[in-house]
């Protein structure tokens, strides 16, 4: 599956932005979906996932209760709704797909999309 992930950018502090993440391949509902983050001089962090069917999600302790994880099968696409962005969400944004069940570490995944942007001024 190829990955194509978009809607970075820069906003406010307080502020909102939508990531979303096309996928290719007919099999888009068979992967476990996650939000990964890397911001400058740090390792890649698990952000959020979503499993095949969409109805479990998980987060990151930090974005728990303001992002949003969720997915359309009929367009293979995932969304990573953001809202009441710090400063401290600023990173790469990367989306993930993996086979099999939940996976918090980067390594555990099999494709990925080449990251966008989001960067938070205060």
């Known amino acids: 599956v190829q990955l194509q992930a978009s809607g970075g950018g820069l906003v406010q502090a307080g502020g909102s932005l939508r990531l979303s993440c096309a996928a290719s391949?007919?099999?888009?509902?068979?992967?476990?979906m996650g939000w990964f983050r890397q911001a400058p001089g740090k390792t890649r962090e698990f952000v959020a996932a979503i499993n095949w069917s969409g109805p479990n999600t998980y987060y990151l302790d930090s974005v728990q209760g303001r992002f949003t994880i969720s997915r359309d099968n009929t367009k293979n696409t995932v969304y990573l709704q953001m809202n009441s962005l710090k400063p401290e969400d600023t990173a790469v944004y990367y989306c993930a797909a993996k086979t099999g069940g939940l996976g918090y570490g980067p390594s555990l995944y099999h494709y990925w999309g080449q990251g966008t942007l989001v960067t938070v001024s205060s």
């Open positions: 391949g007919r099999t888009f509902s068979s992967y476990f």
